[in-house]
């Protein structure tokens, strides 16, 4: 492992700001940066007249940009000819790096490491946020390891060679996720037979939550399930409302029992799936608040279970949602009784579950496998900037 010689930041940089004497009709666009060294973005323009008394100045292709408030959460960038002639405020500090010495995308994969951040970090005194802001004096103190020009333009080349690489994978894990997602839901569709005369009203019925007043929720007391508890498969508690617990025999038919099938009315279909959920043990007790049905069968020859799974397919997604991924904003518990239902024999909709239970667990491992595989990528760039940084790359 080579060692690499350090040289002071203040000996690479030097300051250079462009003040511009703001027009009130002019449009002026600004830029930002994110954290973690992942670069520039672009705001909204606005007038001269809308940034007021805030002072602006130019950036131009090849500044080096040292975001003052947030430098030691890694808000540093390198402007590209897009950002040619936007504006930064007095937070952005815009540097021209010595390139007879420095590669400028050197230094901005360098403050991406742990060891640029924490010297970063050492010249932001404060203790958090907007309260730690870069000294611009102390620049000096800040060391980066700089070997030859040379070596520097290997060392980046190599950087964007690996990191094209981690977001070829990337992209190839979210066509992936996309792929199984779309044969799983080819699979739910093909599994339940094609619907009958009879519709879902003929079998099932549905009871709506009542209407509890905000004034009487509590912080103890029994639970209600609103429409922002009610998840993909089950009750979903981090936002929850309560009544008394001595309130609960008023309103003894809306409490709910374990295994209850309920649906959101409100916004029923979301980008993640729809919001049908049932009841376990663990939620009770608990009291069906409006807005929220839960499903009554009137036979026994339609398994819940069956019911359950035919909910979350693509036959009663479409149905109440034809051809919109983002959801319908409501939905009536009778225009889910009209909906067309088949009910084969109940030897049948048990096979049917079964398969679509193993087919859920297969499609459930799969997601583990490339939440796995994310993260692996995630810690990938660390590791290799860390080398690089080290004379191990």
């Known amino acids: 492992m080579t060692s690499i010689p350090k040289v002071s930041l203040g ?12 027009i009130a009709d002019q449009m002026y666009a600004e830029i930002g940066t ?25 950036i131009k292709e090849g500044d080096f940009i040292l975001q003052i408030t947030f430098a030691w959460e890694g808000a540093v960038a390198l402007a590209s000819k897009a950002e040619e002639g936007m504006y930064g405020s007095v937070r952005f500090l815009t540097f021209r790096v010595n390139e007879s010495r420095c590669l400028p995308q050197y230094l901005v994969y360098y403050f991406r490491t742990r060891r640029g951040l924490d010297q970063l970090g050492n010249i932001s005194p404060g203790s958090a946020g907007r309260n730690r802001v870069l000294s611009l004096k102390r620049i000096s103190e800040v060391n980066v390891p700089l070997p030859p020009i040379v070596e520097q333009h290997r060392i980046v080349a ?50 709506t939550g009542y209407a509890f007043k905000s004034e009487w929720f509590t912080n103890e007391g029994i639970r209600l399930v609103r429409n922002a508890n ?26 709910l029992q374990s295994g209850d099938i309920l649906i959101t009315l409100d916004r029923p279909i979301i980008s993640t799936g729809v919001k049908v959920a ?39 997604i479409d149905a109440i949602d034809p051809g ?37 667990a297969k499609v459930d491992t799969l997601k583990k496998l490339q939440v796995d595989t994310a993260e692996e990528l995630d810690a990938l760039m660390p590791s290799i900037l860390s080398r690089a940084f080290s004379g191990a790359l």
């Open 278 to 316: 049932r009841v376990r043990e663990e939620d009770l007790p608990c009291l069906l608040l409006q807005r929220v049905a839960r499903v009554q069968f009137k036979t026994e020859s339609v398994l819940p279970e069956y019911f359950y799974s035919w909910l979350r397919s693509p036959h009663f």
């Open 34 to 58: 994110y954290s973690f060294g992942r670069g520039i973005f672009h705001k909204t323009p606005r007038t001269g007249a809308e940034v007021g008394d805030k002072k602006l100045f130019v």
């Open 230 to 255: 009610v998840g993909h498969g089950n009750l979903d508690w981090s936002e929850t409302e309560r009544i008394p617990a001595e309130r609960r025999k008023e309103f003894y038919r809306f409490e």
């Open 158 to 207: 190599r950087i964007e060679e690996l990191s094209a690489k981690i977001e070829g994978a990337r992209k190839l894990r979210g066509e992936t996720t996309v792929e199984i997602n779309a044969l799983a839901r080819d699979a739910t569709a093909h599994a339940f037979p094609r619907a009958s005369d009879r519709v879902v009203g003929d079998l099932m019925g549905f009871q």
């Open 11 to 22: 000996e690479l940089l030097t300051l250079e700001r462009r003040p511009v004497v703001l």
């Open 324 to 360: 919109r991924s983002n959801g319908v904003p409501h939905i009536s518990h009778k225009d889910i009784e009209k909906i067309p239902f088949a009910v084969p024999p109940l030897s049948e909709q048990r096979r049917i579950v079964a398969y679509l239970n193993d087919l859920q």
